[in-house]
Antibody, heavy 121, light 108 residues
Framework: EVQLVESGGGLVQPGRSLRLSCAAS????????MHWVRQAPGKGLEWVSG????????AYADSVKGRFTISRHNAKNSLYLQMNSLKTEDMALYYC??????????????WGQGTMVTVSS | SYVLTQPPSVSVAPGQTASITCGGN??????VHWYQQKPGQAPVVVVY???WRPSGIPERFSGSNSGNTATLTISRVEAGDEADYYC???????????FGGGTKLTVL
């Protein structure tokens, strides 16, 4: 069964850091691009960052560029999101998402259930 | 930055056809994907690459894309189709993924 399981969310104060992880199983992880997509409570979907199969191309939304870093460890079938200088507007459910192909332009065909990040003092 | 515009809500009676639009500048030159999200659940792709349907998605779901508008069409709407629907494209110029604001489909 193809599965993505996120972890690492929680309550954090503004300005602090948090690292999200995503464990992938049921498919050949190193063949596919991976992404993080977030959804603030009651709001729409917002793409955060994406990384190609070999980490050759990485892209970020303007709202997180310079603060967040996406990475992957193909041997561990894992995706990460290092989030620094967190703001209240970063509070959201963060989804780990698989791309349909190895590059960033493909549709998102598998989604995890998400991990909640709460930013509050 | 590239913007996708969706109507906030669409209502349709059971058995009728729902059309959800997604507007963007020269959208027909891009590839559009559509996602369905039910309350408390993760999104699911229902149409990708403008008009392709993943396995397991009913034939009632179809897509088109031309000019400045892409459309998700749901035929013979059922109560279970009630959900939020999002369109999405890859903006190659800015190198980022873009989502529309979402459309809430209500089945009357």
């Amino acid at each position: 069964e193809v599965q993505l399981v996120e972890s690492g969310g929680g309550l954090v104060q503004p300005g602090r850091s948090l690292r999200l992880s995503c464990a992938a199983s049921g498919f050949r992880f190193d063949d596919y691009a991976m992404h993080w997509v977030r959804q603030a409570p009651g709001k729409g979907l917002e793409w955060v960052s994406g990384i190609t199969w070999n980490s050759g191309t990485i892209a970020y939304a303007d709202s997180v560029k310079g603060r967040f870093t996406i990475s992957r460890h193909n041997a561990k079938n894992s995706l990460y999101l290092q989030m620094n200088s967190l703001k209240t507007e970063d509070m959201a459910l963060y989804y780990c998402v698989k791309g349909l192909g190895g590059e960033l332009r493909h549709t998102f065909d598998i989604w995890g259930q998400g991990t909640m990040v709460t930013v509050s003092s | 930055s590239y913007v996708l515009t969706q109507p906030p809500s669409v209502s349709v009676a059971p058995g009728q056809t729902a059309s959800i639009t997604c507007g963007g500048n020269n959208l027909g030159s891009k590839t559009v994907h559509w996602y369905q999200q039910k309350p408390g659940q993760a999104p699911v792709v229902v149409v990708y690459d403008d008009y392709w349907r993943p396995s397991g998605i009913p034939e009632r779901f179809s897509g088109s894309n031309s000019g400045n508008t892409a459309t998700l069409t749901i035929s013979r709407v059922e109560a279970g189709d009630e959900a939020d629907y999002y369109c999405q494209v890859w903006d190659s110029g800015a190198r980022r993924e873009v989502f529309g604001g979402g459309t809430k489909l209500t089945v009357l």
